[in-house]
């Protein structure tokens, strides 16, 4: 009978960790949408020309500085 | 405006260190221009200065005086000669002190390129070319973009440089919008 309330206990216990390890629809929906938005959003940034700004890499031979209060 | 480099706000003119926007101490509140002289001169970005306060009026707080920190003698020789200028022209006398300058503090990053940073999809490009705040400071791209967003420079100067700022195709239709309306 101890054996038999043993065994039923261990099922149950299997039974629970199956179900959290099991693929669950609702969550493949939310990563598959996490994944397309990742991927869109590095579409995006690539898309966009994320290098240094051609007015940047131009250095002026000599600077003065100005400095101002403008009220 | 053609030759200006980069510009950044911060504090100057007072005597407490390390001086912040809520603890300003004896401070002004102060714009500080790195400028290209074979491209605009001394005198142009004064006479941008005269045009653009109100230097009559004595100002009520040091955070807000009118002050030309000149950083030579010819800086102070041009600022005192534009400043008579001025003050015959308009006929009233000017509150503008002309001060050597000694130490100028960073403002927070968040006043920096104040315009820019209200136009979400404009920083954001610029935030991904320089992650850094203190690069997006000195960007010269920012530094223009900022100043068409305030209302200098024409829309046919920004069509002729729009290029130079590595904007993507929808930035710089949404720029070229703003400074046309």
Not at chain 2, 26 to 34: G, I, P, Y
Not at chain 2, 75 to 98: G, N, V
Request: aromatic share 10%; net charge negative; proline share 5%.
């Amino acid at each position: 009978m101890l054996l038999k309330g043993f065994s039923l206990a261990s099922i149950a216990t299997l039974l629970i960790l199956y179900a959290c390890s099991a693929p669950n629809p609702e969550n493949d929906e939310t990563n598959t949408r996490d994944k397309m938005k990742s991927m869109e959003q590095a579409e995006n940034n690539s898309a966009l020309d994320i290098s240094i700004p051609p007015i940047d890499k131009i250095v002026p031979i000599r600077t003065e500085t100005a400095t101002f209060a403008l009220g | 405006m053609k030759g200006v480099v980069r510009t950044r706000v911060g504090y100057a003119g007072g005597t407490k260190n390390n001086p912040t926007y809520h603890d300003l101490g004896d401070h002004a509140e102060t714009l500080q221009v790195d400028f290209d002289p074979t491209h605009v001169s001394y005198g142009e970005l004064l006479d941008i200065f005269w045009n653009s306060h109100s230097p009559t009026n004595r100002a009520l707080s040091k955070q807000y005086s009118s002050i030309i920190f000149y950083h030579d003698a010819e800086q102070r020789r041009l600022a005192m000669e534009t400043r008579d200028r001025q003050s015959a022209k308009i006929q009233a006398a000017i509150y503008t002190e002309i001060v050597p300058f000694s130490e100028f503090y960073m403002a927070e990053a968040y006043h920096q390129k104040y315009l820019l940073q209200r136009e979400p999809s404009l920083i954001k490009e610029f935030e991904l070319m320089y992650p850094l705040p203190s690069d997006l400071i000195n960007s010269t791209a920012a530094a223009r973009v900022n100043g068409y967003l305030g209302g200098y420079g024409t829309y046919k100067d920004l069509q002729l440089e729009i290029d130079e700022f590595g904007l993507s195709q929808s930035a710089r239709t949404k720029l070229l919008n703003r400074v046309r309306a």
